[in-house]
Protein backbone atom coordinates (compact mmCIF):
# COMPACT_ATOMS: atom_id res chain seq x y z
CA UNK A 1 0.00 0.00 0.00
CA UNK A 2 1.32 2.97 -0.78
CA UNK A 3 1.89 6.61 1.03
CA UNK A 4 -0.47 8.32 -1.75
CA UNK A 5 -3.22 6.19 -1.61
CA UNK A 6 -3.04 6.22 2.56
CA UNK A 7 -2.60 9.94 2.56
CA UNK A 8 -6.03 9.98 0.48
CA UNK A 9 -7.46 7.90 2.46
CA UNK A 10 -7.14 10.04 5.47
CA UNK A 11 -8.13 13.08 3.72
CA UNK A 12 -11.74 11.33 3.05
CA UNK A 13 -11.93 9.94 6.55
CA UNK A 14 -10.79 13.29 8.48
CA UNK A 15 -13.68 14.62 5.77
CA UNK A 16 -16.12 12.68 6.75
CA UNK A 17 -15.42 13.39 10.57
CA UNK A 18 -16.00 17.17 10.11
CA UNK A 19 -19.27 16.39 8.59
CA UNK A 20 -20.61 14.13 11.20
CA UNK A 21 -21.38 16.50 13.81
CA UNK A 22 -24.78 17.96 11.75
CA UNK A 23 -26.20 14.39 10.90
CA UNK A 24 -24.90 12.67 14.34
CA UNK A 25 -28.21 11.50 16.29
CA UNK A 26 -26.42 11.49 19.87
CA UNK A 27 -27.97 9.24 22.23
CA UNK A 28 -29.31 10.06 25.57
CA UNK A 29 -31.49 8.72 28.45
CA UNK A 30 -31.65 7.55 32.25
CA UNK A 31 -30.98 3.83 31.05
CA UNK A 32 -27.01 4.64 29.60
CA UNK A 33 -24.63 3.80 32.46
CA UNK A 34 -20.74 3.49 31.61
CA UNK A 35 -19.01 0.49 31.67
CA UNK A 36 -16.40 -0.42 33.79
CA UNK A 37 -13.54 -1.26 31.03
CA UNK A 38 -12.83 -1.74 27.73
CA UNK A 39 -10.50 -4.34 26.02
CA UNK A 40 -9.84 -3.34 22.42
CA UNK A 41 -7.94 -5.81 20.14
CA UNK A 42 -6.62 -4.71 16.39
CA UNK A 43 -4.88 -5.42 13.93
CA UNK A 44 -2.96 -3.82 10.81
CA UNK A 45 -0.35 -2.44 8.80
CA UNK A 46 2.00 0.36 9.15
CA UNK A 47 3.87 2.07 6.48
CA UNK A 48 7.06 4.18 7.72
CA UNK A 49 9.62 6.29 6.13
CA UNK A 50 12.87 4.46 6.40
CA UNK A 51 11.76 1.03 7.25
CA UNK A 52 9.87 -0.65 4.70
CA UNK A 53 6.39 -1.28 5.52
CA UNK A 54 4.96 -4.34 7.91
CA UNK A 55 2.07 -5.03 9.52
CA UNK A 56 1.28 -4.93 13.12
CA UNK A 57 -1.02 -6.07 16.18
CA UNK A 58 -2.30 -4.59 19.35
CA UNK A 59 -4.64 -3.78 22.30
CA UNK A 60 -6.26 -1.37 24.32
CA UNK A 61 -7.32 -1.24 28.22
CA UNK A 62 -9.43 1.43 28.78
CA UNK A 63 -12.69 3.18 30.30
CA UNK A 64 -15.33 5.31 29.62
CA UNK A 65 -15.47 9.05 30.72
CA UNK A 66 -19.12 9.22 29.17
CA UNK A 67 -20.94 7.60 26.30
CA UNK A 68 -18.55 9.44 23.56
CA UNK A 69 -15.40 9.48 25.15
CA UNK A 70 -12.98 6.56 25.99
CA UNK A 71 -9.31 6.77 27.79
CA UNK A 72 -7.18 4.22 28.15
CA UNK A 73 -3.20 2.28 27.51
CA UNK A 74 -2.60 1.18 23.95
CA UNK A 75 0.14 -1.54 23.18
CA UNK A 76 1.03 -2.06 19.77
CA UNK A 77 3.79 -4.66 17.89
CA UNK A 78 5.10 -3.71 14.64
CA UNK A 79 7.27 -6.16 12.63
CA UNK A 80 9.21 -6.32 9.61
CA UNK A 81 11.99 -8.17 8.03
CA UNK A 82 14.09 -7.26 4.99
CA UNK A 83 16.60 -9.48 3.29
CA UNK A 84 19.11 -8.77 0.62
CA UNK A 85 18.72 -11.90 -1.84
CA UNK A 86 20.50 -12.77 -4.95
CA UNK A 87 19.33 -15.06 -7.72
CA UNK A 88 21.62 -17.94 -7.63
CA UNK A 89 20.01 -21.16 -9.94
CA UNK A 90 16.70 -21.54 -11.84
CA UNK A 91 15.90 -25.09 -12.94
CA UNK A 92 12.92 -25.64 -15.23
CA UNK A 93 10.60 -29.05 -14.31
CA UNK A 94 7.67 -30.56 -16.37
CA UNK A 95 5.18 -29.12 -13.22
CA UNK A 96 7.32 -26.11 -12.20
CA UNK A 97 10.30 -23.49 -12.51
CA UNK A 98 12.39 -22.88 -9.40
CA UNK A 99 14.97 -20.05 -8.82
CA UNK A 100 17.36 -20.47 -5.74
CA UNK A 101 17.91 -17.56 -3.93
CA UNK A 102 21.13 -16.88 -1.67
CA UNK A 103 20.23 -14.25 1.26
CA UNK A 104 23.47 -12.38 1.83
CA UNK A 105 22.08 -9.39 4.46
CA UNK A 106 18.85 -9.89 6.38
CA UNK A 107 17.80 -6.86 8.94
CA UNK A 108 14.92 -7.88 11.71
CA UNK A 109 12.87 -4.66 12.97
CA UNK A 110 10.51 -4.72 16.19
CA UNK A 111 8.41 -1.91 17.40
CA UNK A 112 6.33 -1.44 20.40
CA UNK A 113 4.79 1.84 21.12
CA UNK A 114 3.45 1.72 24.60
CA UNK A 115 1.02 4.96 24.41
CA UNK A 116 -1.51 6.99 26.78
CA UNK A 117 -4.96 6.77 23.99
CA UNK A 118 -7.94 9.35 24.25
CA UNK A 119 -10.82 8.55 21.71
CA UNK A 120 -14.30 9.88 21.06
CA UNK A 121 -16.77 8.49 18.80
CA UNK A 122 -20.12 10.73 17.19
CA UNK A 123 -23.10 8.64 16.29
CA UNK A 124 -24.25 9.04 12.59
CA UNK A 125 -26.95 6.17 12.95
CA UNK A 126 -28.04 4.42 16.03
CA UNK A 127 -25.72 1.48 15.58
CA UNK A 128 -23.04 2.96 14.31
CA UNK A 129 -20.80 6.57 13.45
CA UNK A 130 -17.48 8.05 13.28
CA UNK A 131 -14.36 8.17 15.45
CA UNK A 132 -11.49 10.10 16.44
CA UNK A 133 -8.54 9.19 18.58
CA UNK A 134 -5.08 10.63 20.00
CA UNK A 135 -2.00 8.85 21.26
CA UNK A 136 1.00 9.63 22.70
CA UNK A 137 4.10 8.19 24.26
CA UNK A 138 7.00 6.35 23.44
CA UNK A 139 8.47 3.83 21.50
CA UNK A 140 10.86 0.78 21.63
CA UNK A 141 12.69 -0.32 18.05
CA UNK A 142 14.67 -3.28 18.17
CA UNK A 143 16.81 -4.03 15.20
CA UNK A 144 19.20 -7.53 14.54
CA UNK A 145 21.58 -7.20 11.47
CA UNK A 146 22.75 -10.61 10.38
CA UNK A 147 25.45 -10.13 7.33
CA UNK A 148 26.01 -13.76 6.20
CA UNK A 149 29.11 -12.82 3.96
CA UNK A 150 31.17 -11.79 6.82
CA UNK A 151 29.18 -14.21 8.89
CA UNK A 152 28.30 -11.56 11.45
CA UNK A 153 25.58 -10.02 13.95
CA UNK A 154 24.80 -6.95 15.75
CA UNK A 155 21.62 -6.06 18.35
CA UNK A 156 20.63 -2.33 18.16
CA UNK A 157 18.12 -0.72 20.64
CA UNK A 158 16.28 2.52 19.48
CA UNK A 159 13.90 4.77 21.58
CA UNK A 160 11.88 8.37 21.11
CA UNK A 161 8.77 9.83 21.98
CA UNK A 162 5.60 9.00 19.50
CA UNK A 163 2.37 10.52 18.79
CA UNK A 164 -0.55 9.36 16.73
CA UNK A 165 -3.93 10.88 15.37
CA UNK A 166 -6.43 8.55 14.03
CA UNK A 167 -10.05 8.23 12.30
CA UNK A 168 -12.52 6.10 11.39
CA UNK A 169 -15.58 4.19 11.52
CA UNK A 170 -17.36 2.31 14.33
CA UNK A 171 -19.92 -0.39 14.19
CA UNK A 172 -21.79 -2.01 16.83
CA UNK A 173 -21.84 -5.54 16.60
CA UNK A 174 -23.43 -6.73 19.78
CA UNK A 175 -24.54 -5.86 22.94
CA UNK A 176 -21.13 -5.54 24.06
CA UNK A 177 -18.85 -5.30 21.05
CA UNK A 178 -17.85 -2.79 18.78
CA UNK A 179 -16.18 -3.36 15.76
CA UNK A 180 -13.79 -0.18 14.59
CA UNK A 181 -11.46 0.93 11.39
CA UNK A 182 -9.31 3.43 11.11
CA UNK A 183 -6.55 5.03 9.03
CA UNK A 184 -3.81 6.89 11.42
CA UNK A 185 -0.89 8.78 11.38
CA UNK A 186 2.13 7.40 12.93
CA UNK A 187 4.95 10.27 14.18
CA UNK A 188 8.16 8.94 15.67
CA UNK A 189 11.57 9.25 15.68
CA UNK A 190 13.73 6.52 17.29
CA UNK A 191 17.54 7.23 18.04
CA UNK A 192 19.84 4.66 19.39
CA UNK A 193 22.11 4.73 22.29
CA UNK A 194 24.84 8.06 22.18
CA UNK A 195 28.82 6.65 21.72
CA UNK A 196 31.83 8.18 20.52
CA UNK A 197 34.03 8.56 17.17
CA UNK A 198 37.66 7.64 17.11
CA UNK A 199 37.97 11.99 17.43
CA UNK A 200 36.04 11.36 20.36
CA UNK A 201 32.63 13.26 19.14
CA UNK A 202 29.13 11.44 20.07
CA UNK A 203 27.34 9.33 17.52
CA UNK A 204 24.15 8.12 16.96
CA UNK A 205 21.89 6.31 14.60
CA UNK A 206 18.19 7.53 14.30
CA UNK A 207 15.19 5.45 12.45
CA UNK A 208 12.21 7.43 10.95
CA UNK A 209 9.10 5.32 11.76
CA UNK A 210 6.83 8.44 10.55
CA UNK A 211 4.37 7.14 8.40
CA UNK A 212 0.39 6.43 7.49
CA UNK A 213 -0.90 3.04 8.29
CA UNK A 214 -4.56 1.19 8.85
CA UNK A 215 -5.98 -0.80 11.30
CA UNK A 216 -8.77 -2.81 11.95
CA UNK A 217 -10.15 -4.21 15.46
CA UNK A 218 -12.58 -5.27 17.89
CA UNK A 219 -13.68 -3.10 21.39
CA UNK A 220 -14.81 -5.71 23.99
CA UNK A 221 -17.02 -3.68 26.88
CA UNK A 222 -16.31 -5.32 30.38
CA UNK A 223 -19.55 -4.51 32.19
Known amino acids: MSSKNLYTCAVIALGLLIAAPS ?19 HAGYLNPKDPEGGMLAGCRLGTMVDESVSIGIGFDLWHKIYRDEKEVADETRPDRNTK ?14 LTLEI ?5 LARYMGYTVRGNIGYTFLWSK ?26 SEIGSRSTLVADLFYNSSEASSEVTKSKAGLPIFERVDLAGFGLRIGVILDMR
Not at 26 to 41: D, F
Open 23 to 41: HAQRRSGPSWSAPKGLIGI
Open 100 to 113: TYMTELEISDWAMP
Open 119 to 123: AAKVP
Open 145 to 170: YSNYLENSSTNRRFGGICWQLGAGLY
